[in-house]
């Protein structure tokens, strides 16, 4: 039997959890991505109960092959009582947009209002190759049902970054640079200029995909990211279609998304993930030791103060690394 508490009827081991106090505002918000696999043998829940006893704003899982987004967010919504819990993202071709929003306001209220729904396209491979649908046209199928309900898409292409500026409340980047941070910010404020309501950053939530890596040794933090980054740049797409490559070229690494993909496709993905510039891991990620990280969320938070970023939800997170940054930000 599984047994949902919503509001005050939460259970006496979680209502009563000491839940570090928030002391006037700070520059952006802290969020972590959850670790799912196929198998999901269990979720860290000593990792989520630390983040939000520091503070943190929100927690988020994913889903692309494996497991789905919903079931770890409704497990980390019923044992928590403070922190926000998101998909990041809900596959639209993976459901009716009916069936979404049943989803999604049925979390809200078992929640108490603390449900945030994170939709996205996906990419042609999972959609095709997974669930079997068409690709079609995506950005057609985003819609806000209700007020209440804060909705963000999953966004790199500057069509996809209008359409969040357009509809939603906030947009989660897969990768960001805050050296750069109006290839993702720009577009969202064009489409602003179609909304139905006026809004600017200030009322939007960029949320990026940041990953950390605490160590001494900073070319080992750099080398347990690069098959992630030379997975995506190189191979989640076809040649001619791959909104990771698409990003980092306009980021400035042409030659290195090229040459990430020719090797990637080439079936060559040591190869692949060697070739990841040391530059974009640096620009786009936390590595190294505690101060060096302290001194690259400097820059974040310089962004944050133009309303450029609202969250910084970060990937590979630990306790360990939790409480470095949260110490630095919050």
């Known amino acids: 039997m599984v047994t949902f508490y919503c509001n005050s009827h939460l259970p006496v081991d979680v209502a009563e ?22 198998a999901l043998s269990g979720l860290d829940m000593d990792a989520v109960l630390e983040a939000e006893r520091l503070g943190y704003d929100s927690a988020w899982a994913g889903e692309a092959y494996g497991s789905d987004a919903v079931t770890p967010i409704a497990w ?56 079997g649908q068409p690709f079609g046209k ?50 969202v404020e064009e489409g602003m200029g179609k909304a139905s309501k006026k809004k600017t950053l200030a009322d939007f939530d960029i949320a990026p995909y940041v ?21 995506y740049i190189g191979g989640m797409g076809a040649r001619d279609k791959n909104f990771y490559n698409d990003l980092a070229m306009r980021m400035g690494y042409e030659a290195a998304a090229r040459e990430i993909q020719d090797l990637f496709l080439s079936g060559k993905r040591q190869e692949a993930a060697a070739a990841v510039p040391d530059a974009l891991i640096d620009e ?12 690259q969320l400097e820059a974040w938070k310089a962004i944050a103060r133009e309303n450029k970023i609202g969250t910084l939800l970060l990937s590979g997170i630990t306790i360990e690394s939790a409480r470095v940054v949260a110490e630095a930000v919050l």
């Open 138 to 187: 995506p950005l057609k199928s985003i819609m806000h049902p209700n007020d209440d309900l804060k909705i963000y898409t999953a966004a790199i292409s500057p069509a996809g970054l209008r359409t969040a500026g357009e509809v939603a409340d906030g947009v989660l980047p897969f990768i960001m640079s805050p050296e750069r941070a109006d290839l993702i910010a720009r577009p």
């Open 284 to 295: 786009t990620c936390l590595v190294g030791p505690k101060s060096r990280i302290k001194d």
């Open 17 to 38: 959890r000491t839940i570090a106090p928030q002391e006037g505002d700070t520059i952006m918000k802290l969020g972590m991505l959850l670790r799912t696999s196929a």
């Open 211 to 231: 990953r950390i890596r605490i160590g001494d040794d900073v070319a080992a933090c750099r080398d347990s990211i690069r098959p992630e980054l030379a997975f």
């Open 76 to 131: 980390v919504l019923a044992r928590t009582v403070k922190i926000k819990g998101g998909t990041s993202i809900m596959q639209m071709p993976a459901r009716t947009p009916a069936c979404a929003a049943m989803t999604a306001m049925s979390l809200q209220a078992l929640s108490g209002g603390r449900f945030l729904c994170g939709l996205g396209p996906s990419g042609p491979q999972v959609v095709e190759g997974w669930h």
